[in-house]
Structures are given as C-alpha cells and as structure tokens.
C-alpha cells in the first residue's frame, strides 16, 4: 500500500508524452496551470516595461549627447572669442607672451566656467593654463595636429577629471592670413552615471507613470480578451470544440452551413454522404458543391424554410433552412436535411394503415348496404333478383379488383384509387378509372407516399366540386398514362369550376375555396410534389363546366 502511494506520487510530478512511439517523462513546473487571464497580463505588462525601459534609455543617450554637443558648441564660442582678440594674436609666439595671454585666458575661465583655456605657438609651447608648471612646456595631447593645419573642431578626450569636450581654434593674424598659434578650451562633460542622477527624479516619474498606465492596459486587454472567449480557458475550448466536433459528426442528420460569401464553413459526416462527397469542400463556394443550393436566398433574404423536399445525389431529402444571425446580423446559413427513405417508410406505413382503415370503413357500410337490399329482395321472396344483384356487385368488385391489380403495379396507388372508388359510391357519385390507365414504374424522385398524396388529393378535390350537384353532373374521371420518357395524369370533374381570378392562386398554401381554418394544403402539396419530380401541372376550369387538373412527370 505504502509503495503504491509512494509511486503515484512520484508520478505525479512529471508529464508523460509519446514521441517517435517512446514515452519521454518531463518534470512539471507549475503544479497548477496559470490562467489565460494571467498569462495575458504578464505578457502585455511584460512588453509594456520593455517597451519603457528602452525608451528610457533612449531618451537618457539622446539627452547625454544633446547635451553633449551643448557643451562643445559653448567651447568653440568661447575658444573663438579668444582667437579673435589683438592682445593675443600679437602676443602668441613672442618673447614675454605668457605675461599677457595667461591673465586674460584665466580671467575669461573663471568668467566661463570652463575647466582649462591653454594657447599654444606653432611650435605647441603653452602660453596659458590654470597649473601655472604647466607654461612654457609642450602642449601633449594627440588630437592637436588638425588645429595647426588651420582647422578649427571639437575633440573628446578622456582626462585625469573625467570626459571632456575641446575645441580647437587656431589663431590668425595678417587679416586671418597667418596662423600663429591655436586655442584650447576644454569642459568636463557629465558622466552617464551623473546625467541619470541629474534627471533621476523626472525619470522615475516618467518610468512610473508609463508601467502603471501599461499595468492597467493590460488588465483591461486580458479581461477584455478572456469576456470575449466565454471566460473559459484555451484547454476548455479545445475539449469543448472536440466534444462538438464529435457530436456535429455523430448527428443523423446532413449538416451544411456557409457565411456572408456563400462559402461552405461546415459539413458533417452525413451530410457528404448524403451528397455523395469525398474531398474535402470546406471553403469551397456553395455552387460548385450544390449547384442549385437554395442557402445564397436565405443569406440575401433571411427567411427560413422548414421541411422542404429535394432531390439531391439521386436521394430525396426533407431539408431545413435558417439564417445564422449574431447579434441580430446575418453572417450565413445553415441547412440540416435527412434522408427521406426511412421517414417515407414510416409515412407509407401510415398512409397505408390510414387508407386501409378508411377503405374498411367504406366497404363495410357499403356491405351493410348491400346486405340490407339482399335481405329485402329474399323478404320479396325475389330470389332470382337477389341471386342476379349479388352476381352483379361480385362481379363489378372482381373486376375493378382485377384491372388495378394487373394495370397499377405499385400497390399504395392501387389502394388509394380503389378506396376513392368505394368512397365515390358511398356518396352517390361516379369515379370512373380509364381503363388505358397503367403505371408499371414511379416518376423520377417520387416514391408510393407522394404520388398517393398527389392522386389522393386531386381526387378528393374533384369529389368535393360535384358534391351536392345533380345526380348526373357527379362524375370524376381519373386517368394515368404512360409514353416514352413521361407519365400524363389526368384528373376531371363537372362540377361548378374555378373562377378565373383565383386559378393562380389555388396552388397557394393556405389557399381554399371552402373559406375554413385547416385547410388549403393538399393543392400545395401537390405542386411541391411536382417540381420536385421536375415535372409540371396545369389547370383549365370554367364556371358551371367542371375543372381538368393535367400533370406531366417525368420517368
């Protein structure tokens, strides 16, 4: 127990990554790891007091050699002053010159407050300098040559009191023709020690200043930075990005979204298999992977779509469209869309349960019928009547029965036209089936549970129009033919026709002639079936002689 402890804690203290297939151990630094905020801060604030410190020291050179050149200038002002005066030039390079020159060189150092002013001949004999020994010896100092060439000049030199600043004047006389003799003027320079104790105090305030502005920047970026991620940190980012990334990919549903460019920024799994796609389209213009995608007009117009059918990689999808607003700007759209093969599995499931249901309603209350008007005849005691009227009705049912069975192949459509057929002498009317109807294959992008929907409501909408009209003018007529390439379905009645001025809009979702709430959607379903098959429809009515309904789909 005591070294298994032992080992977890040792363990504890170092990192464990694989490189190259081998596990390398590294030792933790930091027990805890430092906050986004923090390192934030740190870093600004880091830079923040780089950034002054080399201003700083920026600033202190430029003032050392502004000040510098300050010095130098007084200097040669002084040293020219003291070339130009008569009493000198005639002095210079004479017996006794010292007498005269050394009196008027102090009094005009001590006035300047310059270090030393030494005149010295051609021959560099000194004639002046604040030692009194140092007269009449040899003027030593390297950097002399260029002012006995006539050159006048600030040199730097470094002496036994510290760095100073000379300038060198020679001195002329014959009107500036003659040079006789050279001006020293030399000044102590401050140190860069001395400079920063002169200036200390204006640049701490300077320094501090600059670190406690920067300080605050930087708190204020890093919280600002840190609002903006969530406060969350970048380790809680990533686990949440791969935690949706993961569950974006696990999700049944084709998932497809672009920006404000019409650029793909997000596909799923499902949605390229859906699509048929292998490569790679993130980035990819939203036309070169759907051509005909309906997600540009919901980034231009912003309105959403809801279970909207489509034929995508020959796969029928039910598709939902949306905008993606941030903060209440659209910046894309998003489209989730499934396969519609199992939902239209379940739907043909209840649409057939359904029909057959309502088709055992009918036959039941029509055997009811029947039954009562056998019973009838039997109380007669007509019998041959009874045995010819159930021959009759048998015989109708087989064969209606028969000609569905070998002419419509798919059985939903066949059940919806039988159930229509019983529905239609429930109710005292006529449905008439051509018999040159057949269908032996569904249109292209249609399955059983549209085109029942498509025949079912026609029907229903052409059994309403002759209801409650004379006995002779109920008649519906239904034919579906086929020719190379093309199914023609023909429905019509003779009931009191559309009025022209509404025949646009009978297509019109929530449109009805019938003026009540719930209804409206069959004709629309209708058409959305038929332009999603690719195929069209038209309608020809005039009043008091009946509608024909015409579609065209292609097979």
């Known amino acids: 127990m005591t070294s298994a402890v032992t080992n977890a804690r040792h363990k504890s203290s170092f990192l464990y990554h694989t490189i190259n297939g081998q596990v390398v151990r590294t030792m933790k630094i930091f027990s805890k790891p430092i906050k986004i905020q923090n390192k934030i801060t740190l870093l600004s604030f880091g830079l923040v007091l780089l950034s002054v410190l080399i201003g700083g020291a920026t600033l202190v050179e430029n003032f050392y050699r502004t000040t510098e050149r300050e010095i130098g200038s007084r200097a040669l002002a002084i040293a020219r002053t003291l070339a130009q005066m008569e009493s000198i030039q005639n002095a210079v390079g004479k017996p006794g010159g010292a007498e005269v020159i050394q009196p008027i060189a102090e009094k005009i150092r001590l006035a300047t407050n310059v270090e030393y002013i030494v005149v010295f001949d051609m021959q560099k004999i000194r004639y002046s300098h604040p030692v009194q020994k140092y007269i009449g010896q040899t003027f030593v100092g390297g950097d002399e040559d260029r002012a006995l060439a006539n050159h006048e000049y600030i040199s730097r030199a470094e002496g036994v009191l510290g760095p100073s600043v000379r300038a060198f004047v020679p001195i002329k006389t014959d009107e500036g023709t003659k040079q006789v003799g050279v001006v020293v003027v030399g000044v102590l320079t401050p140190t860069f020690t001395r400079l920063l104790h002169e200036i ?26 840190k609002r903006a991620m969530f406060d969350m940190e970048p380790v809680e980012i990533a686990r949440l990005l791969e935690e949706r990334v993961a569950v974006f990919h696990s999700i049944g549903e084709g998932i497809i979204a672009i920006d404000h460019e019409n650029r793909v920024t997000i596909i799923n799994d499902e949605a390229k ?25 919901i980034v231009a117009t912003g309105v ?82 009874a045995v010819d009227y159930i021959f009759a009705v048998t015989e109708e049912q087989e064969e209606l029965t028969q000609f569905l069975t070998e002419r419509i192949r798919d059985y939903r459509v066949a059940g919806i036209l039988l159930g229509k057929y019983s529905r ?42 002759v209801q409650g009209l004379p006995p002779g003018r109920r008649k519906v007529r239904c034919s579906l033919k086929e020719s190379p390439g093309c199914l023609h379905l023909l429905v019509e009645d003779q009931g009191l026709g559309i009025p022209e001025s509404i025949q646009e809009t009978v297509f019109q979702k929530g449109f009805s002639t019938k003026g009540r709430t719930g209804r409206g959607f069959g004709l629309a379903l209708v058409k959305e079936y038929v332009e999603l098959a690719g195929g069209c429809i038209s309608i020809r009515s005039r009043q008091g002689e009946g509608t024909r309904v015409e579609i065209d789909l292609p097979v």
């Not at 200390?200 to 930075?225: C, D, E, K, P, Q």
């Not at 992977?289 to 007009?297: E, G, Q, T």
């Not at 294959?441 to 399955?447: E, H, I, N, T, V």
């Open 424 to 465: 239609a002498k429930e109710l005292h009317m006529e449905l008439e089936i051509a018999r040159e109807s057949s269908l032996r294959r569904l249109p292209r992008g249609l399955d059983s549970s549209a085109m029942v929907i498509i025949i079912g409501n026609l029907l229903e909408n052409a059994m309403e129009a």
């Open 304 to 385: 959403s779509e809801y279970d909207r059918e489509r034929l995508l990689n020959r796969t029928t999808i039910l598709a939902n469209r949306f905008p993606i607003r941030v903060k209440g700007e659209i910046v894309g759209a998003v489209a989730t869309f499934r396969d519609k093969t199992e939902v239209a599995k379940l739907a043909e499931e209840l649409t057939g349960v359904k029909k057959f249901i309502e088709a055992l309603r009918v036959q039941n209350h029509e055997h009811m019928n029947k039954l009562h008007t056998i019973a009838g005849l039997i109380q007669l005691k007509k019998y041959q009547e």
């Open 273 to 297: 298999r859906i699509m048929g796609i292998e490569e790679e389209v993130v980035g990819r213009p939203i036309q070169e992977v759907i051509p005909d995608s309906h997600l540009p007009y």
């Open 200 to 225: 200390r105090f204006r640049l701490y305030l300077s320094l501090v200043a600059g670190l406690a502005v920067g300080f605050v920047g930087s708190v204020v970026l890093a919280r600002n930075i």
